[in-house]
């Protein structure tokens, strides 16, 4: 009895990875549509902090773990600087190959990981576990982090 059960769970969830492929991929061309999702599950992760006065420090994970995801999504997938030692640069005249921008993180896995990471959120804060209490001046230094870290990006453009 128990390998049938083994098995019909085994189904189930093989049943359930195929909807939510199926789910992911119908979603790929709407762009507009994920990313409005994506606020409104934020929102609902940050009225639900707000409402009740607690985990910062999941918040602060939360905001780490963005920033992170923020540079991949904004670094190119192969850095011009260490591509010179191949003798690759910008084309200069019409036979010189150009080659597009490729970020190192694409934007539907930057979406889907940010979704994914609001959902973790959200339901860490149905436990009371992770309620940790934080020094609040610490949680400022995230924002120094941020300023620190989008700086030497921000000063290629």
Known sequence: MLPLIRASCQVEKLDFSRAFQYYLDRST???VHRWLGTLAVAAIYMLRVY???GFYIVSYGLGIYILNLLIGFLSPKVDPELE???GASLPTKGSDEFKPFIRRLPEF???YA???AFCVAFLMT???VFDVPVFWPILCYWI???VLTMKPNHAHD
């Open 109 to 111: 896995k930057f979406w």
């Open 144 to 146: 120094v982090l941020f």
């Open 126 to 128: 149905f436990f009371s």
């Open 29 to 31: 061309p709407h762009p």
């Open 114 to 116: 940010i979704t994914k």
């Open 51 to 53: 409402y009740l006065q």
């Open 84 to 86: 010179v030692l191949d």
